[in-house]
């Protein structure tokens, strides 16, 4: 499968970060249970509520988020099949959505309309909104994915 940059462009250098932060493969307890559905619904709930404000009810993300708004901030990407959200393992996921972008690419001043949601979301909370994201993709990218977890 071909991987394109955009993401890493919309995250501000997420594929940099993640070399920083040791992504690989996640934790057993970091994995995306995009199977559970109890995991899943929970993560519905916590996305109508925290993200789809900006990655959208559909997880479509917002228009030409590939490109810096007038206030030099990239739009929320999408988090569907058309966006790179799966290009990343579940722990940098987790980390982005924990931590933030700044904080992930070692630059305090980056600016990001994201928030980081330690804090406000429990560990829990942040991989059951990540496992019913992941529960959204086409079962040839969930496969993919879970390839990218396992190693």
């Known amino acids: ?5 955009a993401f890493v462009l919309a995250t501000g250098g997420l594929g940099i970060a993640a070399l920083a932060f040791g ?3 996640a934790e057993p307890d970091r994995m995306l249970r995009a199977d559970d559905p109890k995991t899943v619904a929970q993560g519905a709930e916590i996305y109508a509520a925290e993200c789809a404000a900006c990655h959208g009810a559909d997880l479509e993300g917002q228009s030409d988020w590939r490109v810096r708004g007038s206030n030099g ?3 929320a990407p999408p988090h569907d ?15 982005l959505t924990k931590y933030g972008i700044a904080e992930m690419i070692g630059d ?8 980081a949601y330690e804090g406000v979301l429990t ?4 991989l059951a909104v ?17 390839t990218m977890e396992e190693q």
Do not use: C, N, Q, V
Request: aromatic share 10%; no cysteine; net charge negative.
């Open 1 to 5: 499968m071909k991987f394109s940059g």
């Open 23 to 25: 992504a690989g493969s």
């Open 73 to 75: 901030r990239l739009p």
């Open 81 to 95: 099949a058309t966006g790179h959200t799966w290009h990343h393992d579940g722990e940098t996921l987790f980390r």
């Open 108 to 115: 305090p001043d980056y600016a990001s309309t994201m928030p």
């Open 123 to 126: 560990d829990d909370e942040i």
């Open 130 to 146: 990540l496992g019913y994201i992941k529960s959204t993709w086409p079962a040839e990218i969930r496969a993919h994915h879970d």
